[in-house]
T-cell receptor, first 112, second 111 residues
Framework: ETGVTQSPTHLIKTRGQQVTLRCSSQ?????VSWYQQALGQGPQFIFQ???????GRGNFPPRFSGLQFPNYSSELNVNALELDDSALYLC???????????FGQGTRLTVV | RKEVEQDPGPFNVPEGATVAFNCTYS??????FFWYRQDCRKEPKLLMS???SGNEDGRFTAQLNRASQYISLLIRDSKLSDSATYLC????????????FGKGTTLSVSS
């Protein structure tokens, strides 16, 4: 096991609702990135956190926000859900300053 | 059985070594297979697609074994810059279904 776990594994929400997805990494994983992988596409970078601060962001609106905690867990929050937000959300964390990243299995979000 | 399963490693090899990664998938009806490379703080990048006939791109060779439902990636003459996480990715059985990512295999190449 790589030690990166995501919860929940599946989730169904209604348009307009808010959702929080969680990612738990091993100790020392001080960089975490979140990705959205829509049907049939590769993952799109949402944002990255390093030592609890956002230090990179892709082309996603402000209603996508995140948090990283001192215990190396993190959250992705999405407000005002839209149907197009239905996707697999992946988190990946890195060990310190090494270049290898570890993925979680993802949370599959369906917005109806 | 997980949908896509990889040995997480890490694989620690010296420069110049040959290293092979395997990946197994559970859905025998899967149609498309890929290897991606993930570097920390960067988006996963498509490394190569995998075909039944096997395909080669420079130092990288990918193979698909449908009967055993596994995919392999061979890297020859490893470079320091090859250090990364390699993701096995499988498409669903039907067109338009989501790509399913394995959790990745970590490669560390040292001098």
């Amino acid at each position: 096991e790589t030690g990166v776990t995501q919860s929940p594994t599946h989730l169904i929400k209604t348009r307009g609702q808010q959702v929080t997805l969680r990612c738990s990494s091993q100790s020392g994983h001080n960089t975490v990135s979140w990705y959205q992988q829509a049907l049939g596409q590769g993952p799109q970078f949402i944002f990255q956190y390093y030592r609890e601060e956002e230090n990179g962001r892709g082309n996603f609106p402000p209603r996508f926000s995140g948090l990283q905690f001192p215990n190396y867990s993190s959250e992705l929050n999405v407000n005002a859900l839209e149907l197009d937000d239905s996707a697999l959300y992946l988190c990946a964390s890195c060990l310190g300053d090494r270049d290898q990243a570890f993925f979680g299995q993802g949370t599959r979000l369906t917005v109806v | 059985r997980k949908e896509v399963e990889q040995d997480p490693g890490p694989f620690n090899v010296p420069e110049g070594a040959t290293v092979a990664f395997n990946c197994t998938y559970s859905n025998s009806a899967s149609q498309s297979f890929f290897w991606y490379r993930q570097d920390c703080r960067k988006e996963p990048k498509l490394l190569m697609s995998v075909y039944s006939s096997g395909n080669e791109d420079g130092r990288f060779t990918a193979q698909l074994n449908r009967a055993s439902q596994y995919i392999s990636l061979l890297i020859r003459d490893s470079k320091l810059s090859d250090s990364a996480t390699y993701l096995c990715v499988v498409n669903g059985a039907q067109a338009g279904t989501a790509l399913i990512f394995g959790k990745g295999t970590t490669l560390s190449v040292s001098s």
